[in-house]
């Protein structure tokens, strides 16, 4: 049976490496999509996170420049989890070598 790109896009997702980073491109285009579906990809996650689907590494999913999205509700559980995971964000809230830790799927 094949998985719609919803079911895609959480599979992707789920299977993003600790320690690595994906852009909502880099989902967007392995799900089978062009880079505009990369808008897409939060609405499809937090769906999905309604559903039940509890375990999205969210932390892991950065814009396509490196830069992480945060604020001042996740802020301080997303770094940490970021410093457990070896992945250096600095004080502008880029990711420091960020092509050498980004999935390739």
Known sequence: MNKTFSERVVHAALSIPSGRVATYGDIARVCGAGGQAARSISGILSRAYQKGTIDIPWHR???SNGKVWTSDTVDN????????????????????NFNFIRYQF
Not at 77 to 87: F, N, W
Request: proline content about 0%; cysteine-free.
């Open 77 to 96: 559980e997303r770094r940490s989890l970021y410093r457990k995971e070896g992945i250096i964000v600095n004080q502008k809230g880029y990711i420091e």
């Open 61 to 63: 999913i950065v814009y």
